[in-house]
């Protein structure tokens, strides 16, 4: 046996017996033949690190004034978003966007409502932890006070030695707990579902399923953005070999022919192309009925009133920064064409809509708030 | 191939005249592929013009299959696709012309020619693949991109663009499917299969199987631009660019078993 191998054997006994062993695999439960989300190889799904990325998420102490933690924005019975159009950060700071709803994002293939470059959710939670414009969590500049925080809590130190080894608190290690356990938010029990993917053909009513045939219809032409299992084109998982991700204006704001400051334009944002104005994602219709306000910026209160806003095609916008006829942007979707519906659709519409609410997550037990006597992410 | 004409060479030939002649035939045919150093393994093609590639893509996108090359006396040489996922499986091949996809496609000819003169192809999803589950479909049938649902099964071509300021789509699929909803696949072909059997004359293994994007625009400026992705039959607008498939709306077939009167496709040196 050479030098090397003995070696090697020996670091692995090492690692095996030292208690730095890599955790309890954590299993999904998904649909039958359904495929598994990606998982990044540098932090393998455990039970452990989902335990600690639960408390984590629902911590106030992760924020630098101890006012928020994830769940304050990102509330489980509203499908982890919350009723106000826009996020405010912990220190006050008003957000721009609409907070998104959690749901599946273990397949999502990038994150935020519009970032071609954020691809895991080891990169993403860095965002709301460390981001200044606006600030949220306000990690940045109080990581030691933070750290110490944990460090001194005995739970943590459980938690962190199970999940990572002894003394291995660091805000890489937040965040890979954090992405953990956000990644074990899986819907997959809806009405919808069991008529889709149980093939339980009494599992939606005729008024649902009419509004499934709509939702479908190239008439309405809903699925062509929202798109295949998680109602996003923007999913991966362990089969899919391409993904495509592309950014859609929807119409809700005119096209700005001179750069306003301070509005939010979307994907132009990051790639700095102007023909990237007002490009935005098209996010996840699960558990939408659980998840109001809507678009972007919040600014569409009701599913009914989305319906009214897709039949027509966009909107024209009266009063704020923007105003004018969003129907005329020229990067406007083409799918988005406009549409007109029965009063009877409308209804079919609306319940299918509804028969996408799975309602054990949202009140699954594994998902709720571990810290008994404070109630947090209530508005 | 070369090993091939090797052992080919040692056979020694039957006696009868009548067996004799097309045997010799078929050697001739594969001694003149191995001096031409004509391979089995071949590529195949797909592209745009240089001129349509300045026009803005968002998504360019098209399914083919049973892909036959055609030799000087028009006997078809068919093409088993190599599997090379995510872009090819053995039946169905997805060409990319605007992403970072696959432009070709890869197969072998089980009994090569001497030379070709001429290719066919079926743009779109043979019925018996088109329907089944995207999330438990082999690649390249998974993409959600490329689906519509269940029912309606794979979009065969898919043309997103930007152009003269209009955003505007063409998506071909089979229409008039029947099935319980949505979400289940129908149990008979669809009424309108809307498969395009493309046959093009050329030497297809040096030339590019070009998709005519002048003309798709050309029909779409004259149809003002309008969104098709469906409703080829019922919205007179999509008629123009429908027409250059040459499939009939009523039927989703073309006249003949070849579309010979497509104007999408044409094979360019």
Excluded at chain 1, 312 to 340: E, L, N, Q, W, Y
């Amino acid at each position: 046996m050479s030098a090397t191998r003995v070696c090697a054997l020996a670091a692995t006994a090492l690692i095996y017996f030292c208690g730095c062993s890599p955790g309890t695999p954590y299993h999904w439960q998904l649909p039958p033949d359904f495929p598994q989300p990606r998982v990044p190889a540098e932090n393998p799904l455990t039970r452990e690190k989902v335990d600690l990325g639960r408390r984590l998420f629902y911590d106030r102490r992760l924020s630098a004034n101890g006012t928020q933690a994830c769940a304050s924005c990102h509330q489980q019975a509203r499908a982890f978003s919350e009723s106000r159009p826009v996020a405010t950060g912990s220190t006050g700071q008003p957000h721009q966007r609409n907070s998104m709803a959690l749901v599946n994002v273990a397949y999502d293939a990038t994150y935020t409502w519009a970032h071609p470059g954020i691809t895991t959710l080891e990169q993403h939670v860095l965002l709301p932890l460390f981001g200044d414009a606006p600030i949220e969590m306000n990690a940045a500049g109080h990581e030691a006070e933070i750290l110490a925080r944990l460090r001194a809590d005995e739970t943590y130190t459980e938690l962190f030695g199970r999940a990572f080894g002894r003394g291995r608190v660091s805000f890489d290690n937040v965040a890979k707990a954090l992405a953990s356990f956000v990644r074990t938010l899986i819907s997959f029990d809806s009405p919808f579902d069991r008529y889709a993917y149980y093939g339980n053909d009494a599992a939606l009513t005729e008024s649902e399923l009419r509004g499934m045939n709509l939702f479908m219809s190239e008439r309405l032409e809903c699925a062509h953005c929202h798109a295949g299992f998680n109602f996003s084109q923007f999913v991966t998982h362990q089969n899919l070999t391409a993904v495509d991700t592309a950014f859609h204006v929807t119409g809700l704001y005119p096209d700005s022919h001179e750069y306003i400051r301070g509005v939010d334009y979307g994907l132009s944002a990051v790639t700095g192309n102007r023909e990237d104005r007002d490009h935005f994602k098209a996010p996840t219709l699960r558990n939408i009925a659980a998840s109001a306000p809507y678009m972007h910026d919040g600014s569409l209160p009701t599913l009914n009133d989305v319906l009214d806003f897709y039949a027509a095609g966009g909107r024209v916008v009266t009063d704020g920064s923007r105003p004018g006829d969003g129907r005329a942007h020229p990067g406007k979707s083409p799918f988005i064409k406009g549409f007109t519906l029965t009063e009877h659709e409308r209804a079919d519409l609306l319940a299918f809509l509804e028969s996408l609410t799975d309602r054990k997550f949202l009140e699954d037990p594994r998902f709720a708030d571990p810290f008994q006597n404070r109630t947090i992410g209530q508005d | 191939m070369i090993r091939r004409c090797a052992a080919i060479g040692r056979r020694n030939l039957p006696p009868t005249r009548a067996i004799l002649l097309p045997v010799l035939v078929t050697i001739t045919q594969i001694l003149g592929a191995c001096t031409n150093g004509e391979p089995d393994h071949v590529t195949i093609r797909f592209g745009i013009s240089a001129a349509d590639a300045r026009v803005a893509s968002r998504d360019l996108k098209l399914y083919v299959h049973d892909i036959e090359l055609l030799d000087d006396n028009s006997r078809p040489h068919p093409l088993m696709l190599t599997p090379t996922a995510p872009w090819q499986n053995d039946r169905v091949a997805l060409i990319d012309l605007a992403g970072a996809g696959s432009t070709t496609v890869t197969g072998t000819v089980a009994v090569p020619a001497a030379r070709y003169s001429g290719i066919r192809f079926t743009v779109g999803v043979p019925f018996e693949l088109n329907h089944g589950n995207p999330l438990t479909a082999p690649a390249p049938l998974d993409r959600g991109d490329m689906v519509w649902a269940w029912q309606s099964g794979h979009k065969f071509l898919r043309v997103d663009f930007a152009t003269d300021a209009h955003e505007w789509s063409f998506h071909l699929g089979s229409t008039g499917c029947s099935s319980a909803s949505a979400l289940r696949p129908p149990q008979s072909p669809c009424a309108q299969p809307n498969l395009i059997r493309v046959e093009l004359a050329g030497e297809p293994l040096h030339s590019t199987v070009r998709l005519r994007i002048d003309r798709l625009v050309a029909a779409m400026r004259a149809a003002d631009f309008v969104t098709c992705t469906g409703e080829y039959a019922r919205d007179p607008a999509c008629a123009a660019p429908f027409a250059l498939t040459a499939l009939r709306t009523d039927s989703g077939t073309c006249a003949e078993a070849s579309c010979s009167e497509q104007q999408l496709w044409t094979l360019e040196q």
